[in-house]
């Protein structure tokens, strides 16, 4: 965060134990930029901090807390070949990773996109940190099933899709994954379970929840002049993302598009096209939590047809120029094209490109986390099932309190000046009236096969602890 904009107030007596004193920094104490993930190395007993109406005992109390920290914690806590304790040797294997030679061809294509494609050599010392049932194996290693793929943290399906797209030829696997079960051929990650008749979606049903007899023009439903300020600030495998001011009195906040094509047969981003019934559970959890503190606010759900607009296509090219787009140019899409466009309130920017302004800061963070999921819990049986850093949006507030309702008690959590928001349910769960929403992972090979980080490690480790079921 800025300190230009006025957030050193947030620096507290607290964060002075994580001041970058150089003495310190000389003995290697302190980190001179704390991450939540490095926070593990840091022993600091916290100043009082104070959750207001968790529960009629805790009221008004303040608790000393400390943040974790491996003495404190215990070797066994987390018992599994990854721990988030080993991630920081994971770290040095990425650097071992850099160093190789036999990958360096791979590199320029591959680092960008948050990927990397192991040598036999770095299969080898990454297993040694493995735990001896998650297996990963060089796509080259011939008596091995499984295609290892050993990626960064965060949105994993794009960058395996792009791994495809770029390695596969080299890596001669082309004929192996093409036999496999994957959504490329055939997604499978979204559809409803539940009553059958919800089951499919008409077009006419899907437009009548969009308030619309039939789709809208593209160009003139989102048609520049409306629209102050618009830029691309991200992309996900299933569309794009841009934010911008409505030219419109009364509105406040900054809002975003998340553009999705659906129903086309042409590929984008290497993947199908959803269809009306796929993109429904999205559409019915992102409303329904939408009221929910800590999930994101969406205004509005359209669904329109034509061409991409010139002017969106022009942000395209700009971000692609500035950070390089992982995903197909727009100008692909023809006259026919059906997209379904969600309009969201701006949350932030994701937490792997936040750097916190104190301990307090992402501590307090962590509480919106564990309270927004709890709602969701209690209400709707929620379950995100993909909450990984690049999931959880981070904005500056200057609210002092942020409130929850859990259970009709108000729980009121310090901001410290930060506000979050969980965004992206493609692999969530949820229950409304009965009817549960959700897509059957156990048919998601992919999702079980990358490595590198400790979150590849946790779909896995859910699966064996849920039993498949
Ligand atoms: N409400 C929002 N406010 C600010 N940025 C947002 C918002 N929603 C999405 N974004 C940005 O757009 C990116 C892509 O959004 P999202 O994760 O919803 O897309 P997706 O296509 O479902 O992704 P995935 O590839 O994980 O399936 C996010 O990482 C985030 O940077």
Known sequence: MDKSSGDEIWEDSFD????????????????????LSYNIDTSVENSSHSIKGCSPKSCNRSVSISTPNYNHLGKDLFNCGLSPINRLQLDGFEDTTEKCNADKDAEPNTKKRGLI????????TFSKFSNQTNKVACASNQSNKIVGVVLKPG??????NIFRQTQISVLNESKKLESRNSVCQDRK????????????????????????GKPLKFNAAY???????????????????????????????????????????IEVNGEKQKNFSQIWPEIIITKKLSSIQGFANIEKVSTV???????????????????GSENDHPGLFGENQLF?????????????????????????????????LAVGEEDYQFEHRDLHWGNILIKST???????????????????????????YTLSRITIDECCYFNDLSNDEELFQASGDYQFDIYRMMRNELKHD
């Not at 002075?16 to 991450?35: A, E, G, H, T």
């Not at 993302?241 to 900054?254: A, L, S």
């Not at 047809?305 to 969106?312: I, M, N």
């Open 305 to 323: 047809k034509g061409k991409y607009p010139q002017h969106f296509v022009k942000l395209w090219k700009r971000y692609d120029d500035e950070k």
């Open 398 to 424: 200057t609210k002092k309190h942020i409130c929850f309702k859990f259970n009709n008690t108000d729980l009121i959590v310090d901001s410290k000046g930060v506000n979050i928001t969980i965004i992206d």
């Open 340 to 372: 379904v466009v969600l309009e969201l309130h701006f949350a932030g920017s994701d937490m792997s490109n936040v750097i916190f302004l104190n301990s307090e800061q992402s501590f307090y963070a962590l509480q919106q986390i564990i309270l927004t």
């Open 16 to 35: 002075k134990l994580l001041d970058p004193r150089p003495q310190q920094s000389n003995l290697n104490i302190i980190k001179k930029n704390v991450r």
């Open 189 to 212: 990650s979204i559809f409803l379970n539940g009553l059958n008749k919800q089951n499919v979606i008409s077009q006419q049903d899907f437009y009548k929840y969009c308030n619309q």
């Open 155 to 160: 949105k994993w399906r794009k960058s395996l």
């Open 223 to 265: 048609s520049q002049y409306k629209m102050l300020k618009t830029h691309k600030i991200g992309e996900g495998a299933y569309g794009e993302v841009f934010r911008y001011t409505p030219n419109r009195k009364g509105c406040k906040n900054d809002l975003v598009l998340k553009i999705i094509p659906i129903e086309g047969s």
């Open 117 to 124: 494609v192991p040598s036999k050599n770095q299969i080898d």
